[in-house]
């Protein structure tokens, strides 16, 4: 499992920045009953489908940072 701190720690970890220097936290956000965990399970996938991620997580968190990030280029070359 991931956390949203783990998609942080790994995302300013592509760029080479620390998250705690960009990110602030508010209490006002977290839900009132917090769900300890979430999980999602690709086991039916992998038994009917014989599916295997080809991407592992930090990976994943590479591509759309970087994705994001030729995003960002483009619409600044458009301003």
Not at 25 to 33: E, G, K
Not at 53 to 71: A, E, I
Request: net charge negative; hydrophobic share 40%.
């Amino acid at each position: 499992t991931h956390s949203v701190k783990d998609f942080l720690q790994e995302a300013f970890k592509h760029v080479n920045l620390k998250w705690e220097d960009h990110v602030e936290i508010d209490p006002r956000y977290y839900r009132p009953a917090e769900v300890d965990l979430l999980l999602g399970d690709s086991s039916k996938a992998r038994e009917k489908l014989n599916w295997r991620p080809k991407v592992d997580f930090p990976g994943l968190v590479q591509m759309m940072v970087d994705y994001d990030l030729k995003l960002a280029e483009k619409e600044a070359a458009a301003n």
